[in-house]
Antibody, heavy 128, light 108 residues
Framework: QVQLEQSGAEVKKPGASVKVSCKAS????????ISWVRQAPGQGLEWMGW????????NYAQRLQGRVTLTADTSTRTAYMELRSLRSDDTAVYYC?????????????????????WGKGTAVTVSS | DIQMTQSPSSLSASVGDRVTITCRAS??????LNWYQQKPGKAPNLLIY???SLQSGVPSRFSGSGSGTDFTLTISSLQPEDFATYYC??????????FGPGTKVDIK
């Protein structure tokens, strides 16, 4: 069964760091990218970043650059998201999602990318 | 950066209605547009990728169209389980993705 299993809820104080895990099963981990998306209470979806599990290339949302780090451990099939210098507005549910690449028909070749498998989410609360 | 907008931000509809949600990109993104459905307390679920390709397992009452900057998600006959929030997402600038602000569909 293809799934992403995330770690449990966290409560942190302002200024602390949090590290959320996302364990993959049922598919070839190194053949996909993993994106992280967060959702503050009552708000929309915010893309945070992406990691290629194959070569560890990363890309981060500009507003989080310098505070977020994505990593992946192929031996345990687990991706991680670490967010530092936490603030109250980092309170959110954090999701990991598998990024799948599909080739379109036509020439020159082109590829569609989409998030087709999601973890259930990890609630992170930042409060003093 | 590519910005995404959606309209309306919310709508009320009845079971059986035809529902249309619009998504607009701040620049041309060809057909690199995905749609997701999210129900309260749940993770998003992929509906459409590549502007019009239906994800496996998604009911055929969902369809997507558009290219360039303007896109549409249509639900041909709204069902009770379709009341949710819908998000568009551009993948033109992969690996950087951007979501739209969402459209909430609720019961009239």
């Amino acid at each position: 069964q293809v799934q992403l299993e995330q770690s449990g809820a966290e409560v942190k104080k302002p200024g602390a760091s949090v590290k959320v895990s996302c364990k993959a099963s049922g598919f070839t981990f190194t053949s996909y990218g993993i994106s992280w998306v967060r959702q503050a209470p009552g708000q929309g979806l915010e893309w945070m970043g992406w990691i290629s599990v194959y070569n560890d290339n990363t890309n981060y949302a500009q507003r989080l650059q310098g505070r977020v780090t994505l990593t992946a451990d192929t031996s345990t099939r687990t991706a991680y998201m670490e967010l530092r210098s936490l603030r109250s507005d980092d309170t959110a549910v954090y999701y990991c999602a598998r990024v799948t690449e599909t080739s379109g028909s036509g020439s020159p070749p082109y590829y569609y990318y989409y998030m087709d498998v999601w973890g259930k989410g990890t609630a992170v609360t930042v409060s003093s | 950066d590519i910005q995404m907008t959606q309209s309306p931000s919310s709508l009320s509809a009845s079971v059986g209605d035809r529902v249309t949600i619009t998504c607009r990109a701040s620049q041309s993104i060809s057909r690199y547009l995905n749609w997701y459905q999210q129900k309260p307390g749940k993770a998003p679920n992929l509906l459409i990728y590549g502007a019009s390709s239906l994800q496996s397992g998604v009911p055929s009452r969902f369809s997507g169209s558009g290219s360039g900057t303007d896109f549409t998600l249509t639900i041909s006959s709204l069902q009770p389980e379709d009341f949710a929030t819908y998000y568009c997402q551009q993948s033109y600038s992969t690996p950087i993705f951007t979501f739209g602000p969402g459209t909430k569909v609720d019961i009239k």
